[in-house]
């Protein structure tokens, strides 16, 4: 199927929306990305009491800094809270 103003255009996002800020398109537009083909490094794993601690010193709640703590580094909730109690 093909469209009255079809255009197949290539090109980094930066340079697409250069040339279509200068051509609008006409009609429906359908951006593909791809990535770089390389893998991401992996994160440095996170210190739960390190960030308890960062989370309490900025004035939040025990129970709220055991929940983004448990989010946060994938240990349980009890866990957490345990963690936060302690401090």
Do not use: C, H, W
Request: charged share 25%; net charge negative.
């Amino acid at each position: 199927m093909t469209k009255v103003f079809e255009e197949t255009r290539a090109g980094t996002l930066a340079e697409l929306a250069g040339y279509y800020a200068e051509a609008p398109p006409r009609g429906e537009v359908t951006v593909v990305v791809a990535g770089t083909g390389k893998p991401r490094p992996p994160e440095a794993p996170i210190d739960p009491e390190a960030r308890a601690r960062t989370l309490l010193a900025q004035g939040m709640t025990r129970k709220d800094v055991a929940e983004q703590v448990a989010q946060e580094t994938g240990i349980s909730r009890n866990t957490a809270y345990r963690l936060v109690n302690e401090l």
